[in-house]
């Protein structure tokens, strides 16, 4: 164990927390929409690759640049998905949360079969913005700029959904309607407002962490899906419970598996199930879980 | 014999009828062979989901697995047809046991997930492992002779072989279904906490029923590697559990002859789509093999949003509610005679 450079040590665990971020970002989106919609959105990971490819074709297409996309692509995300809960996924409320899932699966083919179709299986580059290039010297190890600009923009923005949940008005209002929607619609809550501007932020957190992705990791349609499923993995170690649950559970669990890749690589790719299955043996409701 | 056992004696002879004269009609029979593997696996999917009402995502993990140890085992050792199929259910009952083992420990959307987990993980396991040959997958398997005599080399043989195996599943999954393990399953499925106080161990009776439902869904796998002569990575994939779940949906979740309606309607829909080609519909031209996944995926959206029950429950319902009508019109003439 001591013949592993420091350096490399590090490096993947700082490339583990990035990853942590994006599953702690998306996992957050899940628990949003699960907690209101009762619906696990299987299209979260399909809006995650609508992020990276908004920012990739803003700049081939419109010549945006990196930061007003970082800014423009959430929302116009966020706006497709008030959309599509507006038209489409409104029908399914009160059935089976199982037509939920369904739903939003096939709509994650649709996307990601839209953008197979037209830009191909292979990566595309996007490009590190001009002001985020080169390392920055942490004392005891250099990295990369942009690694440290994904992790602190993601505790930025975790730590503001957070405090939107968690400290205000609205949020007070989302959390009851988790509780109890119709008690809540009887005392003069617009309920089905909150709903869909629930499920476009939980589309537009996807689609940002989409964005914060697209310069480290290629722009590819099935990005999504492959994140998706691990978040799947994390939502289940975490439980839906708490918000600020799902965000430790995110992060850790990045680490865990950039650890993996420096000591036992062959696993890297397995680490998060592994880790589920030890979990459910020992604590079946999750981490965090309420739900026996 | 009661009513329900005469249906469903009716609906297994209309199968087998449709099925021997199914290759009359000058389909291939490479096309009706993995109709038949891929309806086993549907109809094996539709035993758990349809009966226990608990989504599994993860049922790819059971088929690839199941046509990895056929083709394995054939290629390898030499195993004839029957003992690699023998090979594929064992490989499905562990495989089964421990999948269930932990996601049963779950309720609803959790389960549904716990599935889909950790059948990515025996996807990741079949892209390093030497015994599946990553991204080439085993290749050009052998068809050996049926216990050592029946020779299956011709497709038509084999097509016989593997009806056989399919419709005894049907005809296996029934018997489950009027026994009285199957009817706690229904019991469970509508109303568990009853089924719980009435003193049913009702994790027992779902593991039972996931690990059936995984047997025979490795067995579909074997049946695909023998039939085709090949097993691959995508077999395993999470899109080939999204598949089954399509056909069951589209067939009618929960109903004994949806999954393998749904499963030839998928299957042929596939082929056609990819034999088409590039087609030139006015001014736009369409290369529609590439679009396999999007249309997959609107009838999935349109199956969950228009039609819920599937095209065999939709029709059921329609005759429920025919035959009540008419009932109701009987009993209203009745009455103004009366009166």
Redesign the interface.
């Known amino acids: 164990m001591f013949d592993i450079p420091l350096q490399v040590l590090l490096g993947q665990i700082t490339i583990g927390l990035v990853n942590g971020c994006f599953y702690a970002i998306l996992s957050l989106g899940l628990a949003l929409i ?1 907690g209101l919609l009762n619906v ?1 959105n299987f299209a979260h990971g399909a809006l995650y690759m609508l992020g990276a490819f908004g920012v990739y074709l803003a700049m081939q297409k419109l010549g945006v640049n990196y930061w007003w996309s970082l800014l423009l692509v959430p929302v116009v995300v966020g706006a497709f998905g008030a959309l599509v809960e507006r038209l ?1 996924l409104r ?2 409320i009160g ?1 089976d ?3 939920g ?3 939003t ?10 953008f ?2 037209i830009y191909g299986s292979a990566g595309l580059p996007y490009p590190t913005p001009p002001a985020l290039r080169g390392l920055v010297d942490l004392g005891f190890m250099r990295m990369p700029i942009y690694r440290v600009w994904i992790v602190g923009a993601s505790l930025v923005v975790c730590f503001a959904t957070w405090f939107l949940i968690e400290r205000t008005r609205l949020g007070s209002y989302l959390r009851a309607g988790t509780e109890n929607a119709k008690m809540v619609q009887a005392l003069g809550i617009n309920v089905p407002l909150m709903v869909t501007f629930v499920y476009a932020l939980g589309a537009a957190l996807a689609a940002f962490a989409g964005v914060l992705a697209a310069p480290i990791y290629q722009v590819q349609p099935l990005m999504g ?1 492959n994140i998706l ?2 978040t ?2 994390v ?2 170690i975490g439980g839906l419970g708490s918000t600020a649950g799902a965000i430790a559970t995110g992060l850790a669990l990045g680490v865990i598996e950039g650890l993996s890749k420096v000591f036992y690589p ?1 696993v890297s ?2 680490i ?3 880790v ?2 030890l979990v ?2 020992v604590r ?3 981490l965090f879980g309420r ?2 | 014999m009661n009513r329900t056992m005469k249906t469903s004696t009716a609906l297994l002879i209309a199968l087998a009828v449709v099925g021997v004269l199914a290759p009359m009609t000058g389909l291939y029979p490479q096309f009706l062979m993995k109709c038949v593997a891929l309806a086993l696996f549907a109809v094996a999917f539709n035993f758990f989901t349809g009966n226990v009402g608990l989504l599994s995502i993860g049922h790819a993990a059971f088929f690839g697995m199941g046509a990895y140890a056929a083709g394995y085992a054939t290629k390898e050792w030499g195993f004839t047809p029957e003992l690699a199929l023998a090979a594929s259910l064992v490989v499905g009952i562990a495989l089964g046991l421990v999948m269930g083992g932990m996601a049963i420990r779950r309720q609803g959307i959790y389960f549904a997930m716990i599935t889909l987990a950790l059948a990515q993980m025996v996807y990741f396991v079949c892209v390093q492992a030497p015994f599946t040959g990553a991204e080439d997958g085993l290749q050009r398997i052998p068809r050996h002779s049926l216990f050592g005599v029946i020779d299956l080399s011709s497709d038509l043989m084999m097509y016989a072989f593997v009806l056989a195996i399919m419709i005894a599943s049907v005809w296996g999954f029934q018997r489950i279904m009027e026994s009285p393990f199957g009817q706690v399953l229904l019991a469970i499925r509508d109303n568990e906490p009853r089924a719980i106080s009435l003193g049913y161990d009702v994790q027992k009776y779902k593991l039972s029923a996931f690990t059936i439902s995984a047997a025979v869904a490795g067995l579909a796998g074997g049946v695909k590697a023998l039939t085709l002569g090949f097993a691959g990575l995508p077999d395993a994939h999470w899109t080939q559990s999204g598949n089954v779940i399509l056909m069951c949906l589209l067939g009618g979740l929960g109903t004994p002859l949806g999954p393998v309606i749904g499963a030839i309607l998928v299957v042929a829909l596939e082929s056609r789509l990819s034999g088409l080609g590039v087609v030139q519909i006015g001014p736009v031209t369409l290369d529609l093999s590439s679009k396999v996944p999007i249309i997959i995926g609107l009838i999935f959206m349109t199956c969950v949003l228009l039609f819920r029950r599937g095209i065999v429950g939709e029709i059921s319902a329609a005759f429920a509610s025919a035959k009540a009508r008419r009932k109701s019109v009987a009993d209203d003439e009745k009455k103004s005679v009366a009166s």
Do not use: N
């Not at chain 1, 699966?105 to 839209?114: D, H, N, Q, S």
């Open positions: 699960f696990i489409l029908r399914l059935l949360h199982l037509y899932l369904l739903f699966f096939g709509l994650a083919l649709v996307l990601e079969g839209i197979r179709d899906s499923i691990v799947f993995a939502v289940v062959e790719s397995t998060v199930f592994i589920m299955a459910l043996l079946p409701a999750g739900e026996a």
